[in-house]
Each structure stands twice: as C-alpha cells, then as structure tokens.
C-alpha cells in the first residue's frame, strides 16, 4: 500500500473517532435498555446525559457519512471501471447516514411507549442498526485508507467519457434493485407470519423500497451534476448508448413477461396487496436493466 | 463477414499509444476502444473516420472486411 498522504490519516482518524463515538453508544444503548423500565416514570439524569451523548454521536456519524459520500463519489469516477468498491461505498454510506433518522424514530417511540408497552422489539432493531452502521464506519475507514481523493471536486465536469461513472451507476442501480426486491420479499413474509402486524406492512414495505432507491437517486443526481455542460447525446458514447438501447429492448420485453406472471400470480392468490407485484415488477426491470448493461461492458482477459 | 482492424498494430506503430489515449482523442471511452479491437463492437462510420484519421491512414488501412471464424467473439 502506498504511504497515506494527511488528509487520508485525517480522514481515518475522524473515522476512528466515529467508531469510538459508535462503541459509546452501544455501551450507553445497553445501559439504558437495562435502566429504562415501566416502573420508571421519569428517565434518569444518567439517561438524559447517555442521550445528548447519542446525540453528538449521531451528529459526528452523520458529518463523517457526508464526507465520505463526497469521497466515495470522486473514487467513482478515478478508480478503475469495473471495480465495485466504491459503488458499495456509496450504497453504505447512503444508507448508514440515512439510518440516523430510523435511530431517531425508533429512540423517540422508545421514549413514548416503554411506560406501557413492550419496547423490546424496537431496541432489537435499534441494535441492529448500530451494527450496521458499525460495519460501515469500518468499511468506509478501509475505503479512506486505500484510496485518497486529494485535488479532485464532486462537481469538476468530466473532460472525457468515463467507463467508470457509466459502470458504477449501474453497479449502484443493480445493488438497489436487489435490495428493494429484499425489502419486498422480506417485508411479504414477515406480514404473513405475523398477521398483527400486517396493517404496518405496506407501510413498511414504501419506506424500505424509497430507502432502497435512495442509492440509485444519489448516483443518478451524480451521473446528471458531472454531465450539466454536456448535451444528452454526449453523456454517454456510440457503444454506451447501443448497450443501453439494447438493455431497453430486453427490460421491455422481460417487463411484458413480468406483468403477465403478476396477473396470473394475483389471480392464483387473490389475497397479495397487488403494491407488492407492482413494486416487484419495478425493482426487478432495473434489475434486468442495469445487470444486462453490465454484462454488455465486462472485460473478458 | 465482420468488420476487423489494425488498431492495435496502428497504436503501437504511433508511439505505443494507449487505449485511453486513442479514446480521448476521438471522444470515447476506454471500453469502446478495446470493444472494437476485440471486435465485440462495430464502430460507427464517423467514429470509424475519426479513428483513421488519428493515425492519418486511409481508411481501409486500419479497418477491413473479415470472414469470421469459428470461436472468434462477435
């Protein structure tokens, strides 16, 4: 590895700092979770500093997601086509920095319902989330030390066609149909195995596709920023735009056979939200689409 | 019939110029440029001229008409 120039090892160690901001808060997690019962009325002063410490965590968690994004947004277009660590960066940090918002949901029901209700289910999914974005933190630290971006900015237009930016997008907009099809997937078997819960389903299945999407939306206002002074023609050349073409025909023909097993698939099974075949549907043609693209650009020797 | 080139015989003989250097000559990216080469792609005419005109060949000096043989990609 080369040697690291400093605004890397800054870089790694505000990341090091968020992990110990991260070790923080599982630590201040597992008090509270031990501390916060029904029979406590009113939270402990311990609690309440334990908290503004999560705060500043999830503050430090949040600047570091931004930088990172910035990075992992410039490795896109300056490491090698073809390599798929920088479109993980940017799927990773998206979703970790996004994540804060779904801690801070699930803290504040935390803090409204434990009186009453059975708030284990939520500190399950608070916990893991940290370890999510726990995973990330590290990865991202990994991703600081292996490249730097010194010089380079988000919004340079390119001087020229980039196989990078064109591979990356569509690494990005493959990894978020995969992940929409999970959520849809997981979300479907999870409303049947706990029909109580089914009223919260769709509603759970919206949030996780838009999170999902949210990925592919980041690169493709990426893609649309470094391309602004290019006409649309020129954003992509004679051979891009006859891979996408193609990529076009086969999502459309695919996307005829789609809808004719979501028909047949609603009429077997009358009881499927047909928003689940919908979405299904949709999160499978970028799929098809972005995945076809893809093997029309790999390098074979 | 397909139609095959020189190109990278002509890139060697003009300074050993990359892949990347001809794509940014003619406004394409890296990927096109070994696509052609590996004949898994067809250019356009005028990306086509634009090329043997790089190498200021006549055009059929860098590509030509070709038989294709068995296992040879597209």
Same mark, same amino acid.
């Given at each position: 590895?080369?040697?690291?120039? =400093?605004?890397?090892? %800054?870089?790694?160690?505000? &990341?090091?700092?968020?992990? @110990? +901001?991260?070790?923080?808060?599982?630590?201040?997690?597992?008090?509270?979770?031990?501390?916060?019962? /029904?029979?406590?009325?009113? /939270?402990?002063? @311990?609690?309440?500093?334990? =908290?503004?410490?999560?705060?500043?965590?999830?503050?430090?968690?949040?600047?570091?997601?931004?930088?990172?994004?910035?990075?992992?947004?410039?490795?896109?277009?300056?490491?090698?086509?073809?390599?798929?660590?920088?479109?993980?960066?940017?799927?990773?940090?998206?979703? &970790?920095?996004?994540?804060?918002?779904?801690?801070?949901?699930?803290?504040?029901?935390?803090?409204?319902?434990?009186?009453?209700?059975?708030?284990? &289910?939520?500190?399950?999914?608070?916990?893991?989330?940290?370890?999510?974005?726990?995973?990330?933190?590290?990865?991202?630290?990994?991703?600081? +030390?292996? !490249?730097?971006?010194?010089?380079?900015?988000?919004?340079?237009?390119?001087? !020229?066609?980039?196989?990078?930016?064109?591979? =990356?997008?569509?690494?990005?907009?493959?990894?978020?149909?995969?992940?929409?099809?999970?959520?849809?997937?997981?979300?479907?078997?999870?409303?049947?195995?706990? *029909?109580?819960?089914?009223?919260?389903?769709?509603?759970?299945?919206?949030?996780?596709?838009?999170?999902?999407?949210?990925?592919?939306?980041?690169?493709? +206002? !990426?893609?649309? #920023?470094?391309?602004?002074?290019?006409?649309?023609?020129?954003?992509?050349?004679?051979?891009?735009?006859?891979?996408?073409?193609?990529?076009?025909?086969?999502?459309?023909?695919?996307?005829? +056979?789609?809808? #004719?097993?979501?028909?047949?698939?609603?009429?077997?099974?009358?009881?499927?939200? *047909?928003?689940?075949?919908?979405?299904?549907?949709?999160?499978?043609?970028?799929?098809?689409?972005?995945?076809?693209?893809?093997?029309?650009?790999?390098?074979?020797? | 019939?397909?139609? &095959?080139?020189? @190109?990278?015989?002509?890139?060697?003989?003009?300074?050993?110029? =990359?892949?990347?250097?001809?794509?940014?000559?003619?406004?394409?990216?890296?990927?096109? #440029?070994?696509?052609?080469?590996?004949? %898994?792609?067809? /250019?356009?005419?005028?990306?086509?001229?634009?090329?043997?005109?790089?190498?200021?060949? /006549?055009?059929?000096?860098?590509?030509?008409?070709?038989? %294709?043989?068995?296992?040879?990609?597209?």
């Amino acid at each position: 590895m080369n040697e690291m120039t =400093s605004r890397q090892i %800054k870089l790694v160690i505000f &990341g090091g700092v968020t992990l @110990l +901001c991260f070790v923080y808060v599982a630590v201040a997690f597992a008090i509270i979770k031990n501390q916060l019962v /029904p029979s406590l009325a009113e /939270p402990t002063l @311990l609690i309440n500093y334990l =908290s503004y410490g999560i705060m500043i965590a999830f503050v430090v968690f949040g600047v570091y997601c931004l930088l990172m994004l910035r990075d992992a947004l410039i490795q896109i277009v300056q490491i090698r086509s073809g390599i798929i660590y920088p479109s993980l960066l940017v799927v990773l940090t998206v979703l &970790g920095g996004v994540a804060i918002l779904a801690d801070i949901t699930l803290l504040s029901d935390i803090g409204k319902e434990y009186l009453q209700f059975d708030v284990a &289910g939520e500190w399950k999914m608070l916990f893991g989330i940290w370890a999510f974005q726990t995973v990330t933190i590290i990865f991202q630290i990994v991703m600081s +030390c292996c !490249h730097d971006v010194a010089g380079n900015k988000l919004t340079e237009k390119l001087q !020229h066609m980039s196989d990078s930016l064109y591979v =990356s997008t569509f690494q990005v907009m493959l990894i978020s149909s995969i992940l929409g099809l999970i959520s849809i997937f997981t979300t479907f078997f999870w409303a049947n195995r706990l *029909p109580e819960l089914s009223k919260y389903a769709t509603g759970l299945m919206i949030v996780l596709c838009i999170l999902s999407v949210l990925p592919a939306a980041v690169i493709i +206002c !990426h893609l649309i #920023i470094r391309n602004r002074r290019r006409g649309f023609n020129d954003w992509f050349d004679e051979r891009q735009w006859d891979n996408l073409s193609k990529g076009g025909m086969v999502t459309v023909i695919t996307g005829v +056979c789609f809808l #004719i097993l979501s028909i047949i698939v609603s009429q077997l099974a009358s009881g499927i939200d *047909p928003g689940y075949l919908l979405l299904t549907v949709l999160f499978a043609e970028i799929g098809v689409f972005s995945a076809f693209v893809l093997s029309r650009n790999r390098i074979d020797d | 019939m397909i139609l &095959g080139n020189n @190109l990278r015989r002509l890139r060697f003989e003009n300074g050993e110029m =990359s892949q990347q250097d001809l794509a940014d000559l003619v406004g394409v990216s890296r990927m096109t #440029i070994y696509s052609i080469e590996k004949l %898994k792609y067809t /250019p356009s005419a005028s990306l086509a001229l634009k090329i043997a005109n790089v190498f200021k060949c /006549p055009f059929d000096k860098v590509f030509f008409f070709k038989t %294709k043989t068995i296992g040879e990609d597209e």
